[in-house]
Each structure stands twice: as structure tokens, then as C-alpha cells.
């Protein structure tokens, strides 16, 4: 999936004349049974099956980096930079080269699940007792479940 087949923020009318509706389209993802959802704006591919190089005295969340036709990517582990454990990666496993500020860096994600457009205005702010460094908002899933969002800026910041 390239980023040319993802496209980016659209306002759409709403029906009879309420208010546009702002919606951004995320890239779903799981790590460590929760869903994580990541702005298609910073998503350049996703890969499987890539050669990581590992990089001496790097934090154990530092995989290590890639050669991806000639550019250097550093990888991290989204669930071990979460303060998870680590686990054996399954063919499902998988990394989501991402582009934030022209920093190029590619995160290994357990299984990626589905592009879709989400409602800006849904998104709520993660409870203060729950707060996560990484986490920017959540927003309530159709099937129950909570989708958090991954926040890019702090991502590249603190890696």
C-alpha cells in the first residue's frame, strides 16, 4: 500500500444541510490486543519480510535500521516503545514506514487492520489517569471497541 493510493483530510457535507463533517482517514493497526490508528497523512507503505540491521547500544525498542531503496529508516518497536512485552513476530507481523516532518522512520506493528475515515469531532482525549506519552485521542469503534491514536509528532521526538 503506497501513499498514493491513501488519501488525505476531506470536509463532506453533511445530509440536509447540518454542518460539514471533518473527517481524516486512519490506518488501524494492533499492538499488544489494543487498536492503534495512525493518520494516512504520515503513512508512506507498509512492508513485510524487510532485513533489519540491528545498531549497537540503541534502547531495546530500537530494532535497528533498514535500507529501503537507498533511504536509512530506523525501525522501533511500537510495542516495546509502549513499555509492553516483547513476542515472537508472526507472519502478520509487519512495519509501517512512516514520513512525520520529513523524518523517515518505520514502526513494527503486530498486524495492521484497515484504513478508514474517521469523524475529527469524535475523537476524544485520553482520561488523565490513562494518559500515554504516545497516545493522542481515542475515539469509541462501531464493535465496542476503542481505537487510540498514535501521536507522531511525540513518536519522532522521544525515539
Known amino acids: 500500500m503506497s501513499a498514493d493510493t491513501l488519501e488525505n483530510t476531506t470536509v463532506q ?3 440536509e444541510g447540518d454542518a460539514p463533517v471533518s473527517t481524516e482517514r486512519f490506518l488501524t ?7 492503534i490508528g ?3 497523512n ?3 507503505e507498509i512492508i513485510t519480510n524487510h532485513s533489519i540491521t540491528m545498531l549497537p547500544l540503541a534502547p531495546d525498542y530500537v530494532k535497528g535500521i ?5 533511504q536509512i529508516i530506523p525501525i522501533i518497536d511500537i510495542r516495546l516503545r509502549m513499555g509492553k512485552p516483547s513476542i515472537d513476530y508472526t507472519s502478520s507481523t509487519c512495519i ?3 514520513n512525520i516532518n520529513s523524518v523517515q522512520i518505520g514502526i513494527i506493528v503486530d498486524a495492521v487492520q484497515q484504513v478508514m475515515d474517521i469523524d475529527q469531532s469524535q475523537i476524544s482525549p485520553v482520561p488523565v489517569e490513562n494518559q500515554q506519552e504516545l497516545i493522542s ?3 469509541s469503534s462501531g464493535d465496542r471497541s476503542v481505537i487510540l491514536f498514535l501521536d507522531c ?6 525515539y
Open 13 to 15: 457535507e453533511g445530509l
Open 29 to 35: 493497526f494492533s499492538s499488544n490486543g489494543l487498536n
Open 38 to 40: 495512525v493518520s494516512t
Open 42 to 44: 504520515y503513512v508512506i
Open 66 to 70: 533498514i535500507n529501503l531503496r537507498g
Open 96 to 98: 509501517i514506514v512512516l
Open 137 to 139: 485521542g481515542m475515539v
Open 153 to 158: 509528532e511525540q513518536l519522532v521526538q522521544t
